[in-house]
């Protein structure tokens, strides 16, 4: 009873994120003054490796559209509980081995069937559209679910930039992949570079979020730094991570998960409580850090104004 | 060797040894570290031990012999009976934080998805095990039929592995880790099995073997 006692927190145990990294930073003054009377952080961080999250840089906000008024997770759950593949398949193994991964310079080639194909730098996304902050709800396939802060503009926005030619009607996002940065990634048995792709539709929804942060700054490593996509009514293996590469094509592109087992990932994958998966069902889902499937799983993960989309489709086909 | 094998001390300190990873995973919760799914945590942990525990059981037979230390057999017990309690503490975080104890829920599971079913054979079939692993229950049933029955042993380990197998999204190494774990302690007892046949065969025909070369 210990047990389920001290997993029922709320909002007000959430321990503030600065105070968690000036937590830290007090330890670390200590430990440093008994090893040595003067020495650099930066000293400190050879000696001991980081397991907290390197501190982002703070972005400013205006508040987004679409935003669940839900709990919001800690902080700590969302960058120590992480699916990120080419990291590490265990969920503790990214916030441990995406700390040195290296982000800046960054760029994004934007390409396919556009009028202005190019490449942006770090800069000029951060730049592209006034940065919103949108809390969504964030499903992951394998049944449990959090409430996120995300920082970022819809995709439509830099996808008006480069506009689309009428042959588009996919978009293929890909993500970094560099073994060298990424050793563990060819043990996580999905083929690398992980690529996702929507119906060009789909991508210019304004639900779509291309996301630079999350909790006022921007994002951590295990969390695709420094750009991802976030798509909130799909599962979350959907919502690509750390992208270098956005294609838009004619035809549906081959994406990763559907590669590696067709039958369980299908190309929508939109959440959906009436299709299991092979494996387990659907229906309801854990809300983290909670140890019961209390939650009940919502259409479009309760993103109803996406249904439209998929008018006359059958869903259960189209998993 | 012997006789620190032997003693009822080292019995008394491996018993405490195996409640270590009990002990690991109700820590965190104690010491107030966050983990943000603590059911995934306990789960992954339980199962984890509980095939750690059946390959520990089924490397006694074989170790026994290779090392020559008959005294290993002291601990076989002990060990089998962790797995089931391991297996216990597994299949009671699935029956009441993923299932809340709804039986209708749990049938369609089992009877639905072949990763339940094998996973729910592995546990059923430790259950008889641990009920006749007493002295008393090895006189009732005599030696032989214990024997016999105990093998439900191999087909728990190999349902395990299976039901880790297909658990796993993409990253099969683990589940193959253990597969060949297994696989290597059941083909020794094959392979010990084969070549007692053979020396029996061989020690009945010699004699009647032996006559003939002599005539030559």
């Known amino acids: 009873m210990l047990l389920r006692k001290s997993m029922r927190l709320t909002s007000a145990d959430v321990t503030p994120k600065s105070v968690y990294l000036d937590r830290r930073k007090f330890l670390r003054g200590i430990g440093l003054a008994s090893v040595a009377a003067v020495a650099g952080k930066s000293l400190f961080e050879l000696v001991i490796p980081q397991q907290s999250v390197l501190a982002g840089t703070k972005l400013t906000t205006i508040k987004g559209p ?17 699916n990120f593949y080419e990291f590490g398949v265990d969920k503790d193994q990214p916030a441990k081995n995406a700390q040195k991964f290296v982000t800046s310079p960054w760029t994004v080639s ?27 709800r964030h499903r992951c396939v394998e049944g449990w679910s959090i409430v996120v802060p995300w920082i970022g503009f819809s995709f439509s926005a830099l996808a008006k930039l480069v506009e689309p030619t009428p042959k588009a ?4 996002f890909e993500s970094y992949y560099d073994p060298g940065q990424m050793p563990l990634g060819k043990y996580a048995g999905i083929q690398l570079p992980y690529v996702e792709g929507l119906r060009l539709d789909e991508a210019m929804h304004p639900l779509t979020l291309l996301c630079v942060g999350m909790y006022g700054e921007t994002l951590p490593n295990q969390d695709g730094a420094p750009v991802r ?4 009514w799909k599962y979350g293996f959907k919502s690509a991570k750390s992208l270098v590469r956005i294609r838009f094509v004619k035809d549906q592109p081959p994406t990763t998960w559907n590669l590696a087992n067709s039958h369980e990932y299908g190309f929508y ?15 309801r889902e854990r809300r983290l850090p ?3 499937k209390s939650h009940k799983t919502l259409m479009f993960n309760g993103y109803d104004q996406v249904a439209s989309l998929y008018a006359g489709m059958d869903l259960r086909k189209n998993y | 060797m012997h006789k620190f094998l032997a003693s009822s001390w080292t019995k008394a300190c491996l018993f405490l040894l195996c409640l270590g990873p009990l002990a690991a995973i109700i820590w965190p919760f104690v010491g107030g570290h966050t983990i943000p ?16 525990f059946l390959v520990f059981t089924l490397a006694v037979t074989p170790l026994r012999q290779l090392l020559r230390l008959p005294e290993l057999i002291r601990f076989r017990r002990m ?15 699935y029956l009441w934080f993923d299932k809340l104890f709804d039986v209708r829920e749990i049938w369609k599971d089992v009877y639905k998805r072949p990763f339940i079913t094998v996973g729910f054979l592995a546990f059923t079939l430790l259950i008889p095990l641990a009920i006749t692993s007493t002295a008393g229950w090895i006189r009732r049933l005599g030696g032989r039929r214990w024997r016999i029955l105990h093998r439900a042993m191999y087909i728990s380990a190999i349902c395990g592995v299976i039901h880790y197998y297909w658990q796993v999204k993409s990253a099969v190494i683990r589940p193959l880790l253990y597969a060949a774990l297994v696989g290597l302690l059941l083909a020794w007892r094959a392979a010990d099995w084969l070549l007692r046949r053979r020396r029996t065969a061989l020690a009945n025909a010699l004699p009647q073997r032996a006559p003939i070369d002599a005539s030559r």
């Open chain 1, 66 to 82: 679409f935003s669940t008024d839900e709990k919001i997770n800690s902080f700590n759950d969302v960058t120590h509980y992480n």
């Open chain 1, 110 to 136: 934007v390409g396919g069937e556009v009028k202005n194909s190019r490449k942006f730098t770090m800069d000029e996304i951060l730049k592209l559209a006034p940065l919103e902050e949108r809390i969504y």
């Open chain 1, 169 to 172: 009607r996919y978009v293929a």
């Open chain 1, 229 to 232: 996509l976030v798509v909130p």
């Open chain 1, 269 to 283: 994958s939109n959440v959906n409580p009436d299709v299991d998966h092979p494996r387990w069902s659907q229906a």
């Open chain 1, 290 to 292: 909670g140890l019961f």
């Open chain 2, 37 to 52: 799914n603590p059911l995934e945590f306990i789960q992954h942990a339980t199962g984890d031990w509980t095939l750690r």
């Open chain 2, 79 to 93: 060990l089998g009976l962790y797995a089931f309690f391991y297996a216990c503490l597994h299949f009671t975080t």
